[in-house]
């Protein structure tokens, strides 16, 4: 077996030199996608540099330059997967239009009413929205495999679900939330008896474990390069070369024809009846270079280093006060799912992004597993082979801080107030006090060195912020737009100015609020429109900094006041 060095590994990846707030990088959103290594990038930029043309339809050198090199990284996944013909590789943008090509193309021609869709509890959004779609047009129903106490789909179970009126079982091979290996064979083994096809999601597999497709004997694979250190925009739909000749093609276009009248068109052979139009074919080329480039480091040493940081994390993370898993036992990748007692997910997201370490919080497109498992998100921190036992060192030593705060007395005092008897709008003026200004605000970030230090005055704004009552927390004051739970109320006093009060379960969002209202409270909707608060934003530094679903909020909240005082019935 070939050794593995992490210092060797994480130098071909150039993002991984970054300072993200003024601190390094510590990359831990694997699942969401990998960073790239320098051979990838350079893959890319070569073609465009040296070979850009069309594939398959001229007759010049730069054209079949560009060909070989497009179906050489197809015959490169053949073998990556070990499917037994380069037609049964078809590349999509990714495994969300895989899996679109085959509820569309097999399902819409095969599916009849009442025939049933099995899926699981467990599944990303991509897996369940066009079987949806796929079964409304058809009359097919779905029905959801259940989940064992550690988050796998229940083999107990398999056949109350699967039967007789089964046509397909669409499952992941590894959850993106939990971090465990499915039990492939026996759902196969179930799923065959029954006579119906299966599709497994292999978007979080494919990077951490050996994919056999002929082993596995499923009907269709699918994954994306961007989570096996490829570009993005490039995926892969495996599929059964007898099925695949079955199916009707999914769009129209160039390339997916043989003859063209307005009297008949014939199709192209496999694969190319599903490919129209010019593909990514730049992003299919560097999908090549990343297979070479894993096959040079070792899969075998590249997994063995894997498992021992996967080890190390999940010890590391069990030994942090109020830390709870969201299922019980250690995950089979490096995918570690949890929450912080007393603590909203978007908060610790973003506490550990100040000091530059990425993770997801939120339901990570997986919102039925969310409500299944009777919680509204949590964080989720994913490693790859260039991630070190440093950096997990750094992460849980944070972490630790977080649960260690001795600032928390503040909020038992706002959810004294949250909880009490204040009815809605008619009692705001008696809970309204802010008494925060934009100078104010101004002049505490101007003190607040760096992100974090910024960070940590936001966060003591929303610990300090009044809470709204329960009673004031409808349909009608909720802050669309915004990840986490957020509200805003507001009245207009007889000399016409507004009086604001906003309530968020993540303290960074309250903290969003004070800033904001600082600017709009107690001022006429003249005063408040005249106001730029992009510019005062951008002083601030808020929209450099705040990641996208928290500059999301930042506009929602000004969106939600703009749509209060242009109706002024607030």
């Known amino acids: 077996m070939q050794q593995f060095s992490i210092t060797d590994f994480r130098q071909q990846f150039p993002i991984l030199q970054s300072l993200v707030n003024g601190k390094p990088l510590i990359y831990f959103d694997n699942a969401a996608t990998t960073q790239k290594p320098m051979c990838v990038i350079e893959n890319q930029s070569d073609y465009y540099k040296h070979s850009n043309a069309n594939v398959h339809r001229a007759s010049h050198a730069l ?6 090199a497009y179906e050489d990284a197809r015959q490169r996944v053949k073998k990556f997967i070990n499917a037994n013909t380069e037609q049964e590789i078809i590349w999509t943008k990714g495994s969300t239009e895989s899996i679109n090509l085959v509820a569309q193309s097999w399902g819409r021609s095969a599916l009849r009413p009442n025939d049933e869709i099995v899926l699981s509890h467990s599944e990303h959004h991509a897996n369940i929205v066009p079987w949806q779609i796929v079964a409304e047009q058809t009359g097919a129903k779905i029905k959801v495999l259940p989940l064992s106490e550690t988050g796998i ?3 107990e179970q398999l056949e109350d679900v699967i039967g007789e009126r089964t046509r397909v079982v669409c499952f992941g091979h590894i959850s993106n939330v939990i971090g465990r290996i499915n039990p492939t064979a026996e759902i196969i083994r179930v799923a065959k008896k029954y006579q119906a096809l299966t599709l497994i999601d292999g978007a979080q597999a494919i990077a951490h474990l050996d994919v056999d497709v002929m082993a596995l004997d499923c009907d269709f694979y699918v994954f994306s390069a961007h ?4 570009p993005t925009g490039v995926g892969v739909l495996y599929g059964k070369k007898a099925l695949l000749a079955q199916m009707p093609p999914y769009q129209a276009g160039g390339e997916m024809i043989k003859t063209v009248s307005f009297e008949q068109t014939s199709f192209n052979e496999l694969p190319h009846k599903f490919e129209a139009g010019t593909p990514n074919i730049a992003g299919v080329i560097a999908l090549g270079a990343s297979i070479r480039f894993l096959e040079q480091q070792g899969h075998a040493a590249l997994f063995a280093y894997e498992e021992q940081l996967r080890a190390y994390c999940f010890a590391q993370l069990s030994s942090v006060k109020d830390l709870v898993f969201i299922v019980a036992g250690e995950p089979d990748i490096p995918v570690f799912s949890f929450s912080l007692k007393g603590q909203h997910n978007h908060d610790v997201a973003t506490a550990l992004d100040s000091v530059g370490i990425a993770v997801r919080s939120g339901h990570h497109c997986a919102m039925p597993l969310m409500q299944y498992l009777q919680i509204t998100g949590c964080v989720r921190l994913s490693l790859s082979a260039y991630n070190s036992f440093q950096e997990v060192d750094f992460a849980v030593q944070q972490l630790k801080i977080l649960t260690q705060s001795v600032l928390d007395t503040c909020d038992e005092v706002s959810e004294a107030i949250s909880t009490s008897s204040l009815s809605a709008c008619t009692n705001l003026k008696a809970i309204v006090s802010n008494d925060l200004t934009v100078d104010d ?3 505490m ?6 992100w974090d230090s910024k960070h940590r005055e936001i966060m003591l704004l929303g ?8 009673q004031d927390k409808t349909e009608q004051s909720i802050i669309s737009g915004c990840e986490s739970h957020a509200w805003l109320v507001c009245y207009q006093e007889t000399s016409g100015k507004f009086r604001f009060k906003g309530d968020s379960d993540a303290k960074v969002i309250r903290g969003l609020l004070a800033i904001i209202l600082a600017a709009v409270d107690n001022k006429t909707a003249a005063e408040i429109n005249a106001f730029d608060l992009d ?3 951008s002083t601030l530094g808020l929209l450099q900094h705040l990641s996208p679903s928290r500059g999301n909020g930042l506009r929602a909240i000004v969106k939600k006041i703009e749509q209060l005082i242009a109706h002024s019935n607030c």
């Open 445 to 450: 970030f101007a003190k607040a060195k760096g």
């Open 153 to 155: 789909i229940d083999i």
């Open 441 to 443: 605000v101004l002049a």
């Open 535 to 537: 510019d005062y934003f």
């Open 63 to 68: 054209s079949a330059k560009a060909t070989v």
């Open 227 to 230: 989570k096996m250190y490829g």
């Open 463 to 470: 610990k300090k912020h009044v809470r709204l009552s329960v």
